[in-house]
């Protein structure tokens, strides 16, 4: 019986080394240390209508025919960031540029002000939860205007969607937003936008159907006032991304984003 007991135990050992062994080997599910400073998040990803495809599926034939010029696409995995997204952690983008100043915009439709900050500044002073009531002048944060010398080391780490349009080049944008914060709807040329890190709500309309916005309202006061009431014929085309997704837009399509979470996130612009 003792014998019997000693084996037990021995083994009991073993699995209970084993679950801490599969645990440490986890990646840590921090969310990258943002979630860790904004307990806030809005819950509703509401519907999604556009297609969401595997990567792995869609050839660069495949896109061109179907989407490239014609609509929307969600696609999946098709290209693998971990390196990108593990530098930019909040830790690590503090480390390599805490010091360095970033460009702040007002978020609403045509982006009038601009302010320079530290990003350690805007990372602990300026990230926080958007207030419904307030509008797009009044909201100031970072995406898209990026001193490209300063974040190449950045960006040359970010394997791009392996799709381009005839004749066009990239450009990316960063950026880094607090949950209910997002771009009013603008229209520009094509692209891809992917969420690092976060949850990002898109809604787009085709060229020909400009959608009914204020300006200087923000997303979340459209998304809370206005859509509610739409007709079913004004109905956006909508999906939430998350990590690992890439939505695509083509020319010249309105569109609009409100961030969830706090959010991490880079687009490829095609000009």
């Known amino acids: 019986m003792d014998l019997i007991a000693s084996l037990l135990a021995t083994c009991t050992q073993l699995v209970l080394l084993w679950f801490v062994g599969l645990k440490a080997a986890e990646p840590p599910r921090d969310g990258g240390g943002w979630s860790l400073h904004s307990e806030f998040r809005l819950q509703g990803e509401g519907p999604c209508n556009i297609d969401v495809l595997d990567g792995s599926s869609v050839s660069h034939q495949l896109f061109i025919e179907r989407y490239a010029f014609k609509r929307p696409v969600i696609l999946r995995d098709v290209t693998d960031n971990t390196r990108f997204r593990s530098l930019c952690s909040r830790s690590s983008l503090l480390e390599e540029y805490g ?5 702040l915009s007002t978020a609403n439709t045509h982006s009038y002000q601009k302010v320079d900050v530290p990003l350690r500044e805007y990372l602990d002073d300026w990230l926080r939860p958007q207030a419904a009531d307030a509008l ?3 909201t100031l944060y970072f995406f898209g205007d990026n001193n490209v010398t300063e974040w190449q080391r950045l960006f040359d780490q970010y394997e791009f969607p392996p799709y381009l ?6 450009a990316y944008s960063f950026g880094i937003a607090g949950p209910g914060s997002g771009v009013p709807f603008h229209w520009h040329g094509p692209g891809f936008s992917e969420v690092v890190y976060g949850r990002k709500r898109w809604f787009l309309y085709p060229p020909d159907q400009e959608p009914h916005f204020h300006p200087n309202r923000s997303s979340l006061s ?12 004004e109905a956006p085309l909508e ?3 998350s990590p690992g997704e ?3 837009f083509p020319d010249r399509w309105w569109h609009a984003t409100l961030n969830l979470d706090t959010s991490v996130f880079i687009s490829t612009f095609l000009g």
């Open 99 to 103: 010091e360095r100043r970033v460009r």
């Open 136 to 138: 797009g002048s009044e």
């Open 165 to 170: 349009l005839p004749d066009t080049s990239r």
């Open 222 to 233: 459209w998304v809370t006032e206005t859509y509610p009431h739409l007709p079913q014929g």
């Open 239 to 241: 999906c939430t991304i």
């Open 246 to 248: 890439v939505l695509y």
